[in-house]
């Protein structure tokens, strides 16, 4: 028996590879063949290519393409532009798919353990998709239902990810892309662990707790397993609907986000690391009907707990030592957050290199004003220079092997300042920085994460 699931696991696997071969092979051999012909590439039909084939694929390599659309001068800007769209537009299963996967997780009288279950998803992602569902108690609930096969696309895709990364380093070796592989990785296997996410939400709502701007699901047990996942259903608007909202609206927003990222970050060394619209919506003060629709946004619901990166306390230290090296001119305070973090063989050029980005990322923290986030800088150009100045100084000194810890901490950052720039928030970010590292101390981390993951089993 075990034999034969195993044939199935390989089976199931090979056929992967090819469909992954093909689709990124494809892409990949028309942007190879015309650099060898010496051709200028066609940026723009490549990256569409690329991203419409992923988007067929979905699985972990969708995941990839994601993780690596938000890593600075990783990919061009017509790559990362296209591969962005795969966070919200994945197309969906259809019912007789989510009949037979959700008898598979709950047996066959599953549909009894609900008073109704939508048959149309409200969401698909590269993972799983997502239906409302009511209990039989009357709650409205949030059913997650991860597609099929899952385990055996991520080893078929993460090895094919070498691919994508072998495309970048033939042609530009300004980043070693090696633990960046290897940390993405690991996410996306934790990632296909529906239990495991289960505990990052009871997580959060520990973090959280108290915290009225940032709502957080509750998981029902008794309805998940580790590939499906039931959560409170929380009504919520998109974000992006609250763009042209009066200022007020949009800052409380903005600093709801800035909470719920930074934080569990500051306080339990604990940070979300997938900040894209379509993991959190916007809940209002007032009542229902009419009401509501005149009533202003009170803050957030994050929604998805798939991507939560935890990290040792020392890491914490090293994004606060850098904050303070940065602000005060303190040259062995940065050197030491760099190290840290993982980076190594700092020569000087490195250093004032990599301080290019840190000083863009921390820009808004180390200005005791209110401003945008951009402060004046068009949307669309915001980071485009820092970027630029990196790689060419990156091309010129040496590749720099980008350490695993700082993928999810630099894509936290990038991803919460989209954000900020979506909503035009104007804010103190000085103020809400130091408000988080308040009484800062790497024993007090270490004791409060040590708290809570000991509470949720993690």
């Not at 591969?83 to 969906?92: H, N």
Request: one cysteine or more; aromatic letters at 10%; proline letters at 5%.
């Amino acid at each position: 028996m075990s034999s034969d699931r195993e044939k199935n696991r390989l089976s199931a696997r090979a056929a992967r590879y090819a469909r992954v071969s093909a689709n990124v092979g494809g892409v990949a051999a028309r942007y190879a063949g015309r650099r060898f012909l010496g051709g200028e590439p066609n940026r723009a039909g490549e990256a569409l290519a690329l991203s419409t084939a992923l988007g067929r694929l979905k699985g972990p390599l969708m995941k990839v393409a994601q993780l690596m659309a938000t890593i600075p001068d990783l990919l061009p800007p017509e790559y990362a532009t296209e591969l962005q769209k795969l966070q919200s537009d994945a197309p969906p299963m259809g019912w007789a798919f989510v009949r037979r996967r959700m008898m598979a997780e709950l047996g066959r009288d599953w549909e009894r353990k609900f008073a109704s279950f939508e048959h149309q998803p409200a969401a698909a992602a590269s993972l799983g998709q997502v239906h409302r569902a009511v209990s039989p108690s009357g709650e409205p609930l949030a059913c997650k239902l991860q597609y099929p096969d899952m385990q055996s696309a991520v080893e078929a895709d993460l090895q094919q990810l070498q691919i994508l990364l072998a495309i970048r380093r033939r042609f530009d070796s300004a980043i070693d892309t090696s633990e960046v592989a290897k940390e993405i990785g690991a996410r996306v296997r934790e990632e296909l662990d529906y239990r495991r996410e289960a505990k990052h939400a009871l997580l959060y709502r520990f973090m959280l707790d108290g915290i009225d701007s940032v709502r957080v699901p509750r998981p029902w047990p008794e309805l998940s397993t580790g590939r499906l996942l039931t959560l409170d259903w929380l009504e919520g608007t998109r974000m992006l609907t609250h763009r042209n909202d009066p200022l007020e609206a949009r800052n409380t927003l903005a600093t709801a986000m800035f909470t719920a990222w930074w934080f569990p970050f500051s306080r339990f060394g604990v940070i979300h690391g997938d900040p894209h619209l379509g993991n959190y919506t916007v809940f209002e003060s007032g009542g229902d009907g009419a009401r509501r629709r005149a009533a202003a946004p009170a803050g957030i619901n994050l929604l998805d707990y798939g991507c939560i990166r935890i990290f040792a306390p020392k890491f914490v230290q090293g994004v606060v030592d850098l904050y303070h090296g940065l602000m005060h001119g303190r040259d062995d305070l940065i050197v030491h957050a760099y190290e840290t973090w993982g980076f190594r063989g700092l020569s000087r050029d490195l250093i004032d290199t990599l301080n290019i980005w840190a000083r863009f990322i921390y820009g808004p923290l180390l200005d005791d004003r209110v401003r945008t986030i951009a402060d004046g800088v068009a949307p669309s150009e915001y980071g485009r220079r820092e970027a630029f100045r990196v790689h060419q100084a990156l091309k010129q000194k040496g590749p720099v092997k980008v350490p695993r810890e700082f993928v999810f901490m630099d894509r936290a950052a990038v991803g919460l300042g989209g954000v900020f720039l979506h909503l035009r928030a104007e804010l103190n970010y000085y103020r809400l920085f130091n408000e988080a590292i308040e009484r800062f101390s790497i024993d007090r981390v270490s004791k409060r994460q040590a708290e809570a993951l000991t509470k949720v089993g993690l």
